[in-house]
């Protein structure tokens, strides 16, 4: 459910998006293949799939500016060793749905750009765009303090 719950803007939309992604395993689980990967990470295959077609069902607009190299912004450590999860949690949920997206692929998930690119179908630059403004929207937030306590 906390995997939904960073893609989605409110807890009954991660409800939806987790009982679809279920659904379709149970549909699915003949295809499983323990020799391609584990079940845990064919399951969250499945559920990050689920929550970006969730995200494009939305029709969420992504941003066609492109940016070459994406901005490397500083954000001080005790800012963010400060907060609990949930406030960090809360900032990314403010993002724009595409731009969240990318945020949680690159950062949570560990997906490089070229993937992302692939996943969203988007070109690598607009992935390297939207985390970058991701990186901007959640440094200004911190500075602002408007994030929910």
Same mark, same amino acid.
């Given at each position: 459910?906390?995997l ?22 149970f ?18 295959k ?23 190299? *994406? !901005?490397?912004?500083? &954000?001080?450590?005790?800012? +963010?060793?400060?907060?609990?999860? @949930?406030?960090?949690? /809360? $900032? ?24 992302? *690119? !692939?996943?969203?179908? &988007?070109?690598?630059?607009? +992935?390297?765009?939207?985390?970058? @403004?991701?990186?901007? /929207? $959640? ?11």
């Open positions: 459910m906390s939904c719950v960073r893609y989605t803007k409110c807890e009954d939309d991660s409800k939806l998006v987790l009982n679809t992604a279920f659904f379709k395993v549909k699915n689980i003949h295809l499983f293949d323990s020799t391609k990967a584990s079940l845990y990470t064919w399951i969250r499945i559920v990050i799939n689920s929550c970006l077609d969730h995200i494009k069902s939305k029709k969420s607009t992504i941003i066609a500016d492109e940016l070459h190299e *994406a !901005e490397s912004i500083h &954000i001080e450590p005790d800012i +963010s060793s400060k907060m609990k999860a @949930e406030d960090i949690l /809360n $900032l990314v949920k403010n993002l724009p749905p595409a731009t969240q997206a990318v945020f949680n692929l690159y950062i949570m998930e560990g997906y490089g750009h070229k993937e992302i *690119a !692939e996943l969203l179908q &988007i070109s690598e630059g607009t +992935s390297k765009w939207h985390l970058s @403004e991701a990186r901007k /929207n $959640l440094k200004q937030q911190l500075e602002n303090n408007t994030y929910s306590e």
